[in-house]
């Protein structure tokens, strides 16, 4: 199986911050990489796939760059709503696993 | 607008069955792959099944393969999870999902359903 490696863990920040989001393969995905977000109780929400494609309906400050092994999500100016917990996928070779999480926090 | 509304959680014994289901509407659901992802109490997503749109292929993980069944009935907009041999550290949320084609090949899913509690516990 692919493993993939978020990091930070955790993170805090402040409203209006530029944050960015690592994620790594254990091998090559080419750009078969998704990024959710998930608040407190709720379902995860699409936000990235293909590496860089926002998904519809997703607001601009969030993009996602890489290929290969190395993808980062950034988050151009924090806003409250936010504050969640982000995960990566790989959609190259089932199971399709995800990264341990990032838990974005209010500085 | 798209709804997923999964159902059929609760309690059962180590060792037991239960089948979950997801109700779909807002998109047409023949034409989509769908999946189960599961989230244990306070832990990270696991991707559990994926089912193509036509039904023809499924996939698992090695966690799960065996003990769990995916299915679907697009005549009544329904997937399902067959879940047999529980054990404790299948106690999770269940999550359905669509994907945005008919492949589950290389694709996210986009929308997600709140999720239905499954314990396993006596």
């Known amino acids: 199986d692919i493993q993939m490696t978020q990091s930070p863990s955790s993170l805090s920040a402040s409203v209006g911050d530029r944050v960015t989001i690592t994620c790594r393969a254990s091998q090559s995905i080419s750009s078969y990489l998704n990024w959710y977000h998930q608040r407190p109780g709720k379902a995860p929400k699409l936000l990235i796939y293909?590496?860089?494609s926002l998904q519809s309906g997703v607001p601009s400050r969030f993009s996602g760059s890489g290929s290969g092994t190395d993808f980062t999500l950034t988050i151009s100016s924090l806003q409250p709503e936010d504050f969640a917990t982000y995960y990566c996928?790989?959609?190259?070779?089932?199971?399709?696993?995800f990264g341990r999480g990032t838990k974005l926090e209010i500085k | 607008e798209v709804q997923l509304l999964e159902s059929g959680g609760g309690l059962v014994q180590p060792g037991g069955s239960l089948r979950l289901s997801c109700a779909a509407s807002g998109f047409t659901f023949s034409s989509c792959a769908m999946t189960w992802v599961r989230q244990a109490p306070g832990k990270g997503l696991e991707w559990v099944s994926a089912?193509?749109?036509?039904?023809?292929?499924?996939y698992y993980p090695d966690s799960v393969k065996g003990r769990f069944t995916i299915s679907r009935d697009n005549s009544r907009n329904t997937l399902y999870l067959q879940m047999n041999s529980l054990r404790a550290d299948d106690t999770a949320v269940y999550f359905c999902?669509?994907?945005?084609?008919?492949?589950?090949?290389?694709?996210?899913?986009?929308?997600w359903g709140q999720g239905t509690l499954v314990t396993v516990s006596s």
């Open positions: 996928q790989q959609s190259y070779s089932t199971p399709y696993t």
């Open positions: 089912i193509s749109a036509t039904g023809g292929t499924s």
């Open positions: 999902a669509k994907g945005p084609g008919r492949a589950v090949a290389g694709k996210e899913v986009d929308y």
């Open positions: 293909a590496a860089s």
